[in-house]
T-cell receptor
Framework: GQQLNQSPQSMFIQEGEDVSMNCTSS?????WLWYKQDPGEGPVLLIA?????ELTSNGRLTAQFGITRKDSFLNISASIPSDVGIYFC???????????????FGQGTRLTINP | NAGVTQTPKFQVLKTGQSMTLQCAQD?????MSWYRQDPGMGLRLIHY???????DQGEVPNGYNVSRSTTEDFPLRLLSAAPSQTSVYFC????????????FGEGSWLTVV
């Protein structure tokens, strides 16, 4: 089935540093999404990307939809303590005869920030 | 997590027992899904449904059954629990069309001993 490879699996950085993570897939997706999950809660949507080459920002977060539609990256600039958490990429694509939308997640990147 | 109600939040089962995780949403979303989350594995899709009466398998369907008799409810059944099913389970719903805000339940922590 469709799988997403997300890297790195974990990051340990100093407060104020920039962060970069990415996802790749063997399949083409028509939407890429980035989520953040805090302990004990479900993932929360950060950024949604709808077309190849799209570059979108949300405050200190910037994400891009790869031209091949098989990859995406997320950058966080000037990290702060509240950025700590697990970040997931997700691809959304049509599967099956009925073209049902399916959402598949990457393995996650655990971000730890040293003050 | 407004709109998606998931129960129970915590459950301990013995190997071989059966149970059902309940999920309900009141947003009239057609798409609902169940994920399990294990350390280092991210969220893996178990089953999903694109509407009442329609279900399909995700990445890790073995050991789980689902049904979708109404738009609102999407229960996940474990017929004979195994320790490998110890995990955190999330129910999610997504509106059809361009909107991509996925609504998650609060999660169910399941331990099989």
């Amino acid at each position: 089935g469709q799988q997403l490879n997300q890297s790195p699996q974990s990051m340990f950085i100093q407060e104020g540093e920039d962060v970069s993570m990415n996802c790749t897939s063997s399949s083409i997706f028509n939407t890429w999404l980035w989520y953040k999950q805090d302990p004990g809660e479900g993932p929360v949507l950060l950024i949604a990307l709808y077309k190849a080459g799209e570059l979108t920002s949300n405050g200190r977060l910037t994400a891009q939809f790869g031209i091949t539609r098989k990859d995406s990256f997320l950058n966080i600039s000037a990290s702060i303590p509240s950025d700590v958490g697990i970040y997931f990429c997700a691809g959304r694509g049509r599967v099956g005869v009925q073209g049902a939308q399916k959402l598949v997640f990457g393995q996650g990147t655990r971000l730890t920030i040293n003050p | 997590n407004a709109g998606v109600t998931q129960t129970p939040k915590f459950q301990v089962l013995k190997t071989g027992q059966s149970m059902t995780l309940q999920c309900a949403q009141d947003m009239n979303h057609e798409y609902m899904s169940w994920y399990r989350q294990d350390p280092g594995m991210g969220l893996r899709l178990i089953h999903y449904s694109v509407g009442a009466g329609i279900t399909d398998q995700g990445e890790v369907p073995n050991g789980y059954n689902v049904s979708r008799s109404t738009t609102e409810d999407f229960p996940l059944r474990l017929l004979s629990a195994a320790p490998s099913q110890t995990s955190v389970y999330f129910c999610a719903s997504i509106p059809q069309g361009a909107g991509n805000t996925i609504y998650f339940g609060e999660g169910s922590w399941l331990t099989v001993v």
